[in-house]
């Protein structure tokens, strides 16, 4: 019968419809939910499970008692935290190494990709690209053994480039004021080549007919990558600085870990290897849980301001 | 459009050349000097003779590195959990990417919040360790190494937005009016068209387990289960050289010297794997991660 159906008799056949659509799919693909099923449930025993053990923090957990049975302590373990002497020294250190990563370790992948773009010669844009990946593929521990293999006082080869044009030995490893300077760089060794992938391929996005209307303004290349890649990339950047500024209070563990020794340890010691020294090296589970929690929140508030801030000067956004 | 080269051109294209050059070479050299350190007479490379070119080419390094039962156990345990955890990993990952990848997958929107949480939240150390040993009891087991971290939601979401963007849901429809069940659809027709980025996850995955070293560490007391990575720890970091290796020698200081050229000789086995397969891989991981990062 062709209707004369009101529309509120249209809207609610539609809805009508969708509920039974919606039904049909989940039957139909039950499959599906069984494929996905094994994930989800990785999920919620290893990472939704341990957020359960998070209320730790505001107890004094002992290991006879377990997480139900151990006293509420509220938050006495973040003011023991506070008021240690450590607690100003780590937070610095991790705020000073991550900032410095962030100033040094930022940039370069871009500059690399804005140069690497402009090469002509395929043979060498590919050697070049498969150069500065290599030293990603390298395990934290062989990069901490090579570092310390050549800025050993006896044998390594920096401090033989020093004796050779007649400079004193210096023992790096040894003195905290050169341990960040150290992490920075061999970040930067490390991680600049595969980093640089993400701008090469937003450079690739850019249409080259601006290109071509920039020569025939006769703009020189400087030029036209300072007005056009550089702008045309601004998205992927700011996406990426995002996510940089989101782990600010994260500086990785590995590294820190294998490089730190005892007469470093104050300029080196930060938020995490300090979790990882109380919680798993003299068992005070509570204490650690506490800090640990600390780091998550204050992270997760950078995280928001940033991509606000960024979301008002652009469009572009995490979320 | 043929762009006749001006002379800004030009020395623009010298000068990038140089840079990139002194890139290249930067960050070579050291991977190099370590290749040539490991074959050189260990008195030669501290006294500060090889530049570039191995002196006193000997093989004593490698000699100890593969007499070393610690070494040789590590290595076939890394290899274990490489290929048991990376099979895992592209099980678990395939089987998550493929529904979501579906419109008409009822949830889909939800579980890919669920999942995209706990990228920004997580239960944090001690936590995941009381639950790893007191509920799971699975420290010091196989399964401590290979479940943490089994499946990455950054991967599932590469993955899935691959599906979307190549595999036609023109395809997909025809092959369910044919009776294709959505286990057949998964098996022949998504899979085999997904080779390209099952490539580039085993790649990631795989590099990423066989440079593991942290939930070793947290988990791990039993040294019959330890990867390269905490054995190359013990004697790169630690200097902790295990007395058989060097029992052969009397002085102290023929000791240290000899220890030096075993620390590189085992950099270059333990990287030498990763470092050859890589290139191989290389023209898809770029893309992998362009489709993955920008669209996703």
Known sequence: MKGNFSAGEVRQNAIIYRRWRKRHNILKNWQLYLMFFPVLLYFIVFCYGPMYGIQIAFKQFSATKGIWGSPWVGTEQFTRFFNSSVCGETIWNTLSISL????????????????????????????????????????????????????????????????????????????GKYFKTIYVLSGAWQETGFASIIYLSALAGIDPQQHEAAVIDGATRLQRIWYINLPGILPTICIMLIMQCGSLMNVGFEKVFLLTNDLNRSAAEVISTYVYKVGLQQRQYSFSTAVGLFNSVINFIILIIVNSLVKRLNQSSLF | MIMRKSRDDRTFDIVNAVLLTVVMLVILYPLFFVLIAS????????????????????????????????????????IFYTVAGTLLNLALTVLAAYPLSRKDFVGRKLF??????????????????????????????????????????????????????????????????????????????????????????????????????????????????????LILRSILIQNQMSDNMLSDLDSLANRQVLAESIKYALIVVSSAPVIIIYPFLQKYFVKGLMVGAIKG
């Open chain 1, 100 to 175: 410095y990563t962030l100033a040094v370790c930022f940039p370069l992948p871009i500059l690399l990709a804005l140069l690497l773009n402009e090469v002509r010669n395929i043979h060498f844009k590919k050697a070049v690209q498969t150069i500065t990946y290599a030293p990603h593929f390298i395990s934290t521990v062989v990069l901490c053994g090579m570092v310390i293999l050549f800025l050993s006082p006896t044998g390594g080869i920096l401090n033989q480039a020093r004796n050779a044009v007649g400079q004193p030995t210096i023992n790096y490893m040894y003195d």
């Open chain 2, 39 to 78: 074959v050189s007479d260990p008195l030669e490379v501290l006294s500060g003779n090889v530049l570039l070119m191995p002196k006193g080419l000997n093989g004593n390094g490698y000699r100890m590195v593969f007499r070393d039962p610690d070494i040789l156990v590590g290595y076939r345990n890394t």
């Open chain 2, 112 to 229: 890919t919040v669920v999942l995209t949480i706990t990228l920004f939240f997580s239960g944090g150390l001690i936590p995941t360790y009381l639950m790893m040993t007191n509920t799971l009891h699975i420290t010091d087991t196989v399964w401590s190494m290979l479940l943490p971290g089994a499946v990455s939601v950054w991967n599932i979401i590469i993955v899935r937005t691959y599906i979307q963007t190549t595999i036609p849901a023109e395809l997909q429809e025809a092959a369910t009016v044919d009776g294709c069940t959505n286990m057949q659809l998964l098996c022949r027709i998504i899979l085999p068209l997904s080779k390209p980025v099952l490539a580039v996850m085993a790649l990631f995955y795989g590099v990423g387990h066989w440079n593991e070293f942290f939930n070793a560490l947290v988990y791990l007391n039993s040294k019959g289960l330890y990867p390269l990575q």
